[in-house]
C-alpha cells in the first residue's frame, strides 16, 4: 500500500494543497513511558540501521571537535560539545521514517529509508535544518561574546589552561553561570519549535511555520509533560557524550524512535 505521507515521493505538482494545522492532545507522563518502550522496541527491530543513525552522528561529532583543536579553537571544543545535541532533531529524520513504516508494518531497506531524506530538501525540513543551525550558531556566537567580556585577559595554549581557568577562578566561575542560563534559554527555544515539528514535518505535507506552531502548542499545552520528556533527552544526550561520543551510537536512535512515538500521541492522527 502506497503511503500518503511526506515518507513518499513528493508529488510533481508545484503547488500542493497543504493541510490545516493539527489538533494538538493532551498528553501524560505514561505516555513518555509508552513512547520509550516503542522506540525501544523500534530499535531493536532494526539495530543495525539504528545504530547507523547514531554511529554517524557520533562520528561527524568526534571529527567537529578534532577539527577545532586542529586550528587551535581550544576555547570553542566545550561549548561545541555542550551545544551539539541541539541538531540532533534534524539528524533523526532517518529514525523518524523508519518508525513510521515499522509502524505500519511496511518493508524498507537502505534505499528507502535514504530516499525519503534525500527528498526532504524539496519539502519544508530545510528550513527547519535552517533554524537548528541557526539557533547553533547564535549559541558559538554568544558563548565567543561572554569570553570576550569576562575572560578577555585569559590566555588559553591548551585544553587544560582553558579547564583550569573556566572551572578554577571567579571569572570562570561567572562565565560557566551565564553561559548556562542563556544554553539553557536556546535549547528551550529550539526544543519547544522542533520537538514536534520535525516528524510532522516529514510525516505530512505541512509547511514549516505550521509545524512550529503546532510544536510551540504540543509544549505550552502540556508543560509538565514535554518539560520531562526535554529534560530526559538533556541528562541522556549529555551523559552520551562522555564516552567519546560513542554513547550517542545507542542513545540517539532510540530518543529518535521515541520521539515518533510521542509525536503520533501528541498530535491528532486523524484527517482534518
Known amino acids: 500500500m502506497t503511503s500518503k505521507t511526506a515518507g513518499s515521493t513528493p508529488p510533481d505538482d508545484p503547488m500542493p494543497q497543504r493541510q490545516a494545522i493539527p489538533k494538538v492532545n493532551k498528553v501524560t507522563r505514561g505516555d513518555i513511558t509508552a513512547s520509550l518502550k516503542a522506540g525501544f522496541s523500534d530499535f531493536l527491530a532494526r539495530p543495525f ?35 551539539f545535541p541541539l541538531v540532533a532533531p534534524f539528524a533523526a529524520a532517518g529514525l523518524y521514517e523508519m518508525s513510521r513504516r515499522l509502524q505500519k508494518n511496511e518493508n524498507f531497506g537502505w534505499s528507502e529509508i ?13 528550513w527547519m ?26 590566555s588559553f595554549s591548551d585544553f587544560s589552561g582553558f579547564l583550569n ?35 510532522l514535518l516529514l510525516d505530512r505535507d505541512i509547511d514549516f511555520i505550521s509545524a512550529m506552531i503546532t510544536s510551540i502548542r504540543t509544549v505550552t499545552e502540556n508543560p509538565g509533560v514535554m518539560l520531562t520528556w526535554a529534560a530526559i533527552i538533556s541528562v541522556t544526550m549529555l551523559l552520551s557524550l562522555v564516552p567519546a561520543f560513542l554513547g550517542l551510537i545507542f542513545t540517539l536512535p532510540i530518543l ?11 498530535v491528532s492522527q486523524a484527517e482534518e
Open 49 to 83: 540501521m539504528s545504530g547507523f543513525f547514531g554511529l554517524f552522528y557520533a562520528v561527524f561529532g568526534i571529527l567537529f571537535v578534532w577539527s577545532l583543536v586542529w586550528l587551535g579553537k581550544i576555547w570553542m571544543i566545550i561549548p561545541a560539545i555542550i551545544g
Open 114 to 126: 535514504l530516499t525519503v531524506m534525500i527528498n526532504q530538501r524539496k519539502r519544508e525540513m530545510g
Open 129 to 154: 535544518a535552517f533554524v537548528t543551525l541557526f539557533v547553533f550558531w547564535v549559541w558559538m556566537y554568544q558563548i565567543r561574546l561572554w569570553l570576550a567580556i569576562i575572560l578577555q585577559d585569559a
Open 165 to 199: 581557568t573556566v572551572f578554577f577562578t571567579p571569572e570562570g566561575w561567572t562565565f560557566l553561570a551565564i553561559g548556562t542560563c542563556s544554553g539553557a534559554f536556546l535549547s528551550a527555544v529550539l526544543f519547544t519549535v522542533t520537538v514536534i515539528a520535525m516528524p
Open 256 to 266: 529518535g524512535h521515541t520521539t515518533w512515538h510521542l509525536y503520533q500521541k501528541a
